[in-house]
């Protein structure tokens, strides 16, 4: 049998990518705005950390991506400790 991979589904909204850090150690940030949330499948083992604003997850190229979410962190916590 094979491993399946696990995904999570929430709502997800605005968001900062994270694209390193300039020659003073300062972080490089892009902050995108966008109306309202959508739902998105999340690969779990993407997923770095939760916070009660944002889900932090791995982009391309050594990337972040810190997404705000619509769902309580309870919820997502609750869905994160099922799997």
């Given at each position: 049998?094979?491993?399946?991979?696990?995904?999570?589904?929430v709502s997800l909204?605005s968001?900062m990518?994270?694209h390193g850090?300039?020659?003073?150690?300062?972080?490089?940030e892009?902050?995108?705005?966008?109306?309202g949330?959508s739902k998105?499948?999340?690969?779990v083992?993407?997923?770095k950390?939760?916070?009660?604003?944002?889900?932090?997850?791995?982009?391309?190229?050594g990337?972040?991506?810190?997404?705000?979410?619509?769902?309580?962190?309870?919820e997502?916590?609750?869905?994160?400790?099922e799997?």
């Amino acid at each position: 049998m094979t491993d399946m991979k696990k995904y999570v589904e929430v709502s997800l909204g605005s968001f900062m990518i994270s694209h390193g850090y300039d020659q003073n150690n300062k972080e490089i940030e892009e902050r995108v705005v966008v109306d309202g949330f959508s739902k998105k499948l999340v690969a779990v083992d993407r997923i770095k950390s939760v916070s009660e604003k944002y889900i932090l997850t791995d982009y391309l190229d050594g990337r972040w991506i810190y997404w705000e979410y619509l769902e309580s962190y309870a919820e997502v916590k609750q869905m994160l400790t099922e799997l």
